[in-house]
Nanobody, 114 residues
Framework: QVQLRESGGGLVQPGGSLRLSCVAS????????MSWYRQAPGKKRELVAV????????NYAESVKGRFTIFRDEAHNSVYLQMNNLRPEDTAVYYC???????WGQGTQVTGSS
């Protein structure tokens, strides 16, 4: 059974940093492209970052380029999203998922104070 458990969200001042974690079970993160999405109140869910299976390619939404980094830790079967220089508009619930698959965790709330 595929499960994804996100954590690491919180309230952060503008310019601050957070690292989101996603622990996977039921599959190996090394076998799939992995991604982070976010959904802000009243908005559609959007793709924030994606990494290929071997990690050789990573793509980011324009709004987070240069500030966010996606990476995986195969030893812990986890995927992370390092978020730096956070802005109030980064406020959203963040989800990790296998890229192009429809499995979702409960998400973790990130709130950028203004």
């Amino acid at each position: 059974q595929v499960q994804l458990r996100e954590s690491g969200g919180g309230l952060v001042q503008p310019g601050g940093s957070l690292r989101l974690s996603c622990v996977a079970s039921g599959f190996s993160v090394s076998d799939y492209g992995m991604s982070w999405y976010r959904q802000a109140p009243g908005k559609k869910r959007e793709l924030v970052a994606v990494t290929t299976t071997d990690g050789s390619m990573k793509n980011y939404a324009e709004s987070v380029k240069g500030r966010f980094t996606i990476f995986r830790d195969e030893a812990h079967n986890s995927v992370y999203l390092q978020m730096n220089n956070l802005r109030p508009e980064d406020t959203a619930v963040y989800y990790c998922t296998r890229y192009a698959y429809d499995d979702w965790g409960q998400g973790t709330q990130v709130t950028g104070s203004s």
